[in-house]
């Protein structure tokens, strides 16, 4: 057996996730994925090739976003805290995960996650969510792929983190809060007052160019589908 096998059982299992129903799904005794865990590092998996088959020489987008993990009943398990759930918009126990990953528009493959943990737990060890996504994009960078763009939501809108980018020369789009406030011809206005980026009936898009911080930044307007 091997990496693919492992991964693909674990998703296709129905039964609850350990060695034996693993094992069972892929059609190995339970000594086989013991030894197999036992040996492997996920460290060593070298992803490139999956990736190349499954997209060959196209240009590629990186993607950045949070799954929250409720564990609202698990009030001593280790690592959990209170946190947002933006699926549900309340607040709930539970872990943070940042996940990056990679698509061509229809395919999306993740590549590394790391877990988010609060700072009253972590004190001098913390790290901010930004922070782990640095540590992420730079990460998946090194392995030498094909990525033109990269896409996040509008936790990572922060003046810090786009300069970041910016400075490490990675090409963005980050959703941004309506009621941020640039300087656009001379006047300072909020994106939702600005009347160049209101859309038309028959309009699908709108970009302009605005200071933000002090610096030139493009600014679009879409209509969302659905």
Not at 152 to 175: A, C, P, R
Request: charged share 20%; with cysteine; aromatic share 10%.
């Amino acid at each position: 057996m091997n990496a693919h096998d492992y991964s693909v059982a674990t998703i296709t299992t129905l039964d609850s996730k350990n060695s034996s129903t693993i094992a069972n799904e892929i059609g190995v005794n339970q000594s086989t994925v013991s030894r197999f865990l036992n040996k492997t590092s996920a460290e060593e998996i070298n992803i490139v090739p999956l990736i190349e088959s499954t997209f060959g020489k196209k240009s590629l987008t990186m993607v950045i976003d949070e799954v929250t993990i409720d564990k609202r009943y698990a009030e001593n398990m280790e690592g959990t805290s209170i946190m947002l759930d933006p699926s549900t918009k309340t607040f709930t126990n539970g872990y943070k995960v940042v996940v990056i990953g990679i698509t061509d528009g229809e395919f999306f493959i993740p590549i590394n996650s790391e877990q988010w943990i609060a700072e009253w737990i972590m004190q001098g060890g913390y790290k901010k969510i930004v922070d782990i996504a640095k540590y992420l994009i730079l990460k998946l960078l090194n392995l030498g792929l094909n990525i033109k763009n990269t896409v996040m939501d509008g936790l990572y809108s922060t003046i810090e983190f786009v300069n970041w980018l910016h400075e490490q020369k990675i090409n963005f789009v980050i959703k941004t809060k309506t009621t941020t406030s640039v300087y656009y011809k001379g006047e300072k206005v909020q994106l939702q007052h600005c009347k160049a980026l209101r859309l038309n009936s028959n309009q699908s898009a709108k970009t302009i160019k605005a200071e933000w911080h002090g610096k030139i930044w493009y600014f679009s307007a879409i209509r969302r589908l659905g």
